[in-house]
């Protein structure tokens, strides 16, 4: 597959889309001194090409009562049970990611939780899944950094 080219009126827009996903199109239209038609085109096209995956919607945890983050690592029995643990760990919502990967851990998940006692819940379930020979849990103290915006700012740029 061929490398998707984008000119500056792409980085442009995705720039503005990037910082605020909600942003009318004649917004950027009327910033970028073109059509609010031209702008649904390209953006169209983004999303036809597989550049733009849909939008997202932040959240803040803390104040819904979710501000509790833990790591957990997975150990499996064996690694043929990698695709059957995952279904079941997918089945559990307060675990908002998770990474096949290598060394130490078969799989690492991040949780959500209310405090550590519902915490230690959403473990227990992820203990008690068949193939799980056992976890390795790290409390998260504060989520200092979580900001994808500047990466793809540096990817736009970098292109």
Known sequence: MSKFRL????HQILDMLIDNTRIPFTD???KLLISAGTVHVRVKKLEDAG?????????DYEKLGYSFIAYVGVFLNNTSQTKFVLERISEIPYVTVAHVTTGKFNIFCKIRARDTKHAKDVIYMI???EGVYR???MISLDESINDKKRLMHTIFKNM
Do not use: W
């Not at 000119?7 to 792409?10: A, L, R, S």
């Open 135 to 137: 976890t390795e849990t």
């Open 127 to 129: 203990d008690d899944i």
């Open 51 to 59: 550049i733009i995956q849909g939008s997202s919607l932040t959240l």
């Open 28 to 30: 950027i239209a009327k």
């Open 7 to 10: 000119d500056e009126v792409d």
